[in-house]
């Protein structure tokens, strides 16, 4: 149990951060440094692909142990892709204080020069016990101006989809390393043809979109409100992401499970 908790933890910190990114890309739109803000971005994704690189051994330590003692590892997988929907709602509660929060940031890192120096003079004692004057929760003013005009409905879809493939796509993987144990290094290394289909699908299809959207904002052809609105509509469809994830899971383990033969 102890080893699941680890795992659902990090898969938290990885969803909250990689989409916390939109509210750094916000900020940039709003202080005009979208440069800066996209350096910055890199600093916290840095942080999701560390937790990824010490989540992953343990998922599959997981699985090894799910075949070792004949248990279906199912629930803790369902479990798994529960913390990655749960970090990307702490993530949508937390965008209107980060954007703030990224505000500071980018000046700072503005007056530093470099990252290193911007964590030095940035991260002090003071400076952490006025965090709290940053704090910015959803009001339900806001929420009862949300709408979906003016953002692109097949844009949330498809963001929904790639983000369903990317949460499902390792962990279907090692599911069906269980399922097919006959061709377990086929089924392991099919895991990267997953990914990599969802990294093309998001990179060609959803990510063009977004930074044109964002464009158009810089130029003065939308206002910071709708930028705002479509970044939290893409933050709602990647949690939607998440749930149709949970039904993407077995699914998914069947079919590779079904294709590893061929690959002989």
Same mark, same amino acid.
């Given at each position: ?62 699985? !090894?142990?799910?075949?070792?003692? $004949?248990? !279906?590892?199912?629930?803790?997988? $369902? ?5 990655a929907s749960l970090g990307t709602l702490c993530a949508i509660i937390l965008f209107p204080t980060f954007v703030q929060l990224s505000k500071r940031l980018i000046s700072h890192l503005e007056l530093a ?19 709290? $004057? ?9 929420l009862s101006r949300f709408r979906i005009k003016g953002v692109p409905k097949r844009l949330l879809l498809l963001n ?46 959803? !990510? ?6 964002? !464009? ?7 206002? $910071? ?40």
């Amino acid at each position: 149990m102890d080893t699941i908790i680890i795992i659902c933890v990090l898969t938290f910190v990885i969803h909250t951060t990689e989409t916390l990114s939109y509210a750094l890309r916000f900020a940039g739109v709003q202080t005009t440094r979208l440069a800066v803000a996209l350096s910055l971005s890199g600093v916290v994704l840095l942080v999701s692909r560390t937790s990824n690189l010490i989540q992953t051994p343990f998922t599959g330590g997981l699985i !090894d142990q799910a075949a070792l003692s $004949h248990t !279906d590892p199912g629930w803790k997988l $369902h479990l798994i892709i529960g913390a990655a929907s749960l970090g990307t709602l702490c993530a949508i509660i937390l965008f209107p204080t980060f954007v703030q929060l990224s505000k500071r940031l980018i000046s700072h890192l503005e007056l530093a020069g470099s990252i290193p120096k911007m964590i030095r003079s940035a991260v002090t004692p003071q400076n952490i016990r006025r965090v709290h $004057h940053h704090v910015r929760l959803p009001r339900l003013a806001s929420l009862s101006r949300f709408r979906i005009k003016g953002v692109p409905k097949r844009l949330l879809l498809l963001n929904c989809l790639g983000t369903a493939i990317y949460t499902a796509s390792i962990l279907s993987v090692l599911y069906a390393s269980l399922l097919a144990p006959s061709y377990k290094a086929t089924v392991l290394m099919s895991s990267g043809l997953i990914n990599g289909f969802a990294t093309i699908f998001m990179t060609i299809l959803v !990510d063009p979109q977004v930074a044109l959207l964002t !464009d158009k904002a810089m130029q003065g052809q939308a206002s $910071h409100e709708a930028i705002r609105q479509m970044y939290l509509w893409l933050m709602i469809s990647r949690f939607f992401g998440t749930i149709l994830a949970q039904f993407l899971l077995i699914p998914a383990a069947y079919w590779v499970a079904w294709l590893a033969p061929m690959f002989q």
